[in-house]
């Protein structure tokens, strides 16, 4: 059995959605852990991620303010999930309520573990 991350990539819609649509998707989030959860599948919840306190560390030193959320697509959150291939994790990613958002993806990334040297 191996671990995924399942990354949750949005475009900002703040101005498209209503409360009341953030709170049905939020619930249907919980929702769709939770039968992730039933099946012993769900490692990690994760968390979603804030724009307020946050910095871009470039390979050139420079550190920035951001990310935005003014920005085409950002990361809103993350689960981890055990799955026996990559294929089963895409499974659990395709019921992510994120995806009724026009343009939202899941991406889905196997994690390496590194054991150090032998």
């Known amino acids: 059995m191996e671990e995924f ?5 949005h475009e900002d ?4 959605v209503s409360p009341e649509q953030m709170q049905a998707w939020m619930e249907q989030t919980m929702s ?10 769900l490692v990690s919840r994760g968390n979603g991620l804030a724009f307020e306190e946050s910095k871009v560390v470039k ?4 550190v920035t303010d951001g990310p935005f ?11 981890m999930v055990r799955a026996e291939s990559v294929d089963e994790a895409v499974e659990f990613a395709k019921g992510s309520p994120i995806l ?12 390496a573990y590194y054991d150090g040297p032998e």
Do not use: H
């Open 13 to 16: 819609a703040s101005d498209k």
């Open 32 to 41: 769709w852990l939770d039968d992730i959860a039933a099946q012993d599948k």
């Open 69 to 79: 959320g003014d920005i085409k697509e950002t990361i809103g959150g993350y689960i």
């Open 59 to 62: 390979s050139d030193g420079i």
């Open 100 to 111: 009724q958002g026009e343009g939202n993806s899941v991406e889905v990334r196997k994690v």
């Open 5 to 9: 991350l399942l990354i949750f990539r």
